[in-house]
């Protein structure tokens, strides 16, 4: 059935995304050094994230401090903590959503109501996904500018680090698998037209005599 297909692809795909929403919200690869000097050998790399810094020495060895205080951060990690901590929430939501309304769950047992049901899971999914694209794109802009910025020495500027491609990996899923979801409630996907058989005339007999039609 189409919609099965559609519902379970897109399902798929929403997991997925979340998953990776919350990979980028706890990694701190969000910010990384940008090796513009002339000496490209230098002995650390510093990681800036949402809940902490690390640095990372040329032995292999790391440390990272828990940043102290939410309010003594820039106000693009602040926008960026609570929309992505409010999209991982939307994300296990809509799981809930989806769970109940999921053609293999017997939780509601009217089709309709289930294709509704699916439907508000895929419309929370977007949303999940829209949510976490906005810090995304504001904190690779803010980067790209201080990173063309002649006023910022080089020690001070980043590049965009692996947590944001990670985070834009995040959205494509679970924007195209919130719009698979929503497509699954459409009529034409859940077999709305239903296919009218012609009843057949009944044969009859009388004795011994059988009449054909």
């Given at each position: 059935m189409l919609s099965m297909f559609l519902e379970s692809l897109g399902m798929a795909l929403c997991l997925a995304g979340s998953l990776l929403v919350m990979v980028a919200c706890g990694l701190p690869m969000w910010?990384?050094?940008?090796?513009?000097?002339?000496?490209i050998v230098v002995a650390q790399t510093i990681w800036d994230g949402l809940w902490m810094s690390c640095v990372v020495q040329s032995t292999g060895q790391m440390q990272c401090k828990i940043h102290d205080s939410m309010?003594?951060?820039?106000?693009?990690?602040?926008?960026?903590?609570?929309?992505?901590?409010i999209a991982a929430v939307f994300g296990v939501l809509a799981l809930a959503v989806m769970l109940a309304g999921a053609q293999c769950t017997n939780c509601i047992q009217e089709e309709a109501l289930k294709g509704r049901v699916v439907f508000t899971g895929g419309i929370l999914y977007i949303?999940?996904?829209?949510?976490?694209?906005?810090?995304?794109?504001?904190?690779?802009?803010?980067?790209?500018?201080?990173?063309?910025?002649?006023?910022?020495?080089?020690s001070k500027k980043r590049e965009i680090g692996?947590?944001?491609y990670i985070?834009?990996?995040?959205t494509a899923l679970l924007l195209m698998g919130g719009g698979l979801l929503?497509?699954?409630?459409?009529?034409?996907?859940?077999?709305?037209?239903?296919?009218?058989?012609?009843?057949?005339?009944?044969i009859a007999s009388n004795g011994d005599k059988k009449h054909y039609v």
């Open positions: 910010k990384v050094t940008a090796f513009i000097d002339s000496n309010l003594s951060l820039s106000q693009d990690l602040q926008t960026a903590r609570a929309l992505t901590v949303f999940s996904g829209l949510f976490v694209l906005v810090p995304l794109c504001w904190m690779a802009n803010n980067i790209i500018v201080d990173f063309h910025n002649p006023q910022i020495p080089p692996a947590a944001i985070g834009w990996a995040s929503c497509c699954s409630f459409s009529q034409g996907a859940r077999g709305g037209y239903p296919i009218k058989y012609t009843p057949t005339k009944s």
